[in-house]
C-alpha cells in the first residue's frame, strides 16, 4: 500500500542482513534459490522515490513523510550490509558467467538475471549517503568508497566497461551508464584527473602559500576573540551606558559587556530560536563533492580513462538513440 508497511516490518526485522544475504553467499550453488534470493533484492532495494509513486511527500503529508525517512533509513543499512566483500564476490562471479557466454545462447533466464545483478547493483548505489550520520571527513573512507572498492575487487567495474564496449550487450548501455553516474558521485573531475600526477615545485610553492594564509587567518581571528573578550572575568567587565541608545522601558541602554565588543550590540543575544517543526525545516542539502581516499581515487580515475577509451563513442550513440526514441527504462 502507500504506507509500505511489510517493506517498512521486513526492514525493521532486517530480513536483508540476517537471512537473505547470508542464503546468497552460503548457497550460491543452487541456481533456483539464488536466483529468488538475487530477485528479492532488487525488490526490497529500490529506492524510496521508486517505491512512493515517483513523488515525494509534502511538508503537509506528515505520515507519508515518516515512512518515506523511515525507508530511506532502512536502504542505508541494506547498502552498509552490502560492503561484506562475499556478497559483491557472488554478484561478480554470476555476473562474470553470464558475461562469458555468447549473446545467442543466453536464455531467457540469463537475459533477466543479468539485468537484475545491474539493476541491484544501481539500487546500492543510489542509496543517499548520510554525512550527519557516517561523520567521515575527506580522505577517509565513506561506505559509498568501500563500495566501489568492492566493486573494483571483484572485477565488476571491468565486467561494465566489458558490457558498455562490446556492441553485441547494447541493450545494457543505460543500466552501465547510470552506474557509472552513481560511482562518480560525489567526485570532481579535476581532483580525478590530478591524482597520481607528481606535482612540481610550483605546485607545491602554491598549496604551502595556501596553508600559511590559512594559520595566519587563524591566529588574526583567535587575536581579536581575545581582545574581545579579554583575559580578565567577566564580572570586572563593568557596566557603562550606551548614549543615544534606548532601552524598552525608554530608559538608557545599560550594557554589561566589555567595550571591545561594544559593535556586537544585540537585542537577540539572549533571546531563545524559535524552533522549527522537522517537516518544516527545509530539506538538506544535497551532498557536495568531497576528496575520497588516494586509493579510491586511483581506482576511479583508471576507471575514467578506460571508459573514455573504450566505451565512451560506442556507449553514448546507443544512449542517444534509446532517448530519442523513448526506449529507455522508466525505473
Not at 561494465?160 to 564496449?165: A, C, D, T, V, Y
Not at 537577540?268 to 525545516?281: A, G, I, M, S
Not at 573504450?310 to 553514448?316: F, L, R
Request: charged share 30%; with cysteine.
Amino acid at each position: 500500500d502507500d504506507t509500505c508497511e511489510i517493506r517498512r516490518h521486513l526492514g525493521k526485522a532486517g530480513i536483508l542482513q540476517k537471512d537473505l544475504l547470508s542464503i546468497l553467499v552460503n548457497f550460491s550453488n543452487d541456481t533456483v534459490l539464488r536466483n529468488n534470493v538475487i530477485r528479492l533484492l532488487v525488490n526490497l532495494t529500490l529506492p524510496a522515490y521508486l517505491v512512493f509513486g515517483k513523488t515525494y511527500p509534502r511538508g503537509k503529508e506528515k505520515e507519508a513523510m515518516r515512512y518515506f525517512m523511515e525507508v530511506n533509513n532502512y536502504l542505508r543499512q541494506y547498502k552498509e550490509a552490502f560492503v561484506a566483500e562475499r556478497v559483491m564476490k557472488v554478484l561478480g562471479s554470476v555476473l562474470g558467467e553470464m558475461c562469458k557466454k555468447d549473446w545467442q545462447s543466453r536464455e531467457d533466464d540469463d537475459v533477466v538475471l543479468v539485468e537484475r545483478i545491474l539493476v541491484l547493483v544501481r539500487n546500492i548505489l543510489h542509496v543517499p549517503p548520510d554525512p550527519q550520520e557516517e561523520k567521515r571527513t575527506d580522505d577517509d573512507v565513506t561506505i559509498h568508497d568501500q563500495m566501489i572498492w568492492n566493486l573494483h575487487a571483484n572485477g565488476i567495474d571491468d565486467l561494465l566497461l566489458f558490457l558498455g564496449s562490446n556492441p553485441d550487450e547494447k541493450q545494457w548501455c543505460m543500466h552501465v551508464l547510470e552506474i557509472l553516474f552513481l560511482i562518480l558521485r560525489e567526485q570532481s573531475p579535476a581532483v580525478l584527473a590530478n591524482t597520481g600526477k607528481i606535482r612540481t615545485v610550483e605546485e607545491r610553492k602554491k598549496d604551502e602559500e595556501a596553508i600559511d594564509d590559512l594559520i595566519q587567518r587563524e591566529r588574526a581571528r583567535k587575536q581579536a576573540m581575545m581582545q574581545i573578550c579579554g583575559t580578565r572575568h567577566s564580572r570586572f567587565g563593568g557596566t557603562y551606558i550606551v548614549m543615544n541608545e534606548k532601552s524598552i522601558s525608554d530608559q538608557s541602554q545599560i550594557y554589561h559587556r566589555p567595550l571591545q565588543s561594544l559593535g556586537l550590540l544585540s537585542r537577540d543575544v539572549e533571546k531563545r530560536p524559535r524552533r522549527t517543526n522537522k517537516l518544516r525545516r527545509p530539506a538538506p542539502d544535497a551532498p557536495g563533492e568531497r576528496c575520497s581516499t588516494y586509493s579510491v581515487r586511483m581506482i576511479l580515475r583508471n576507471l575514467c580513462c578506460q571508459f573514455l577509451d573504450c566505451c565512451y563513442n560506442s556507449i553514448m550513440t546507443y544512449v542517444l538513440h534509446n532517448v530519442k526514441h523513448n526506449k529507455a527504462m522508466d525505473n
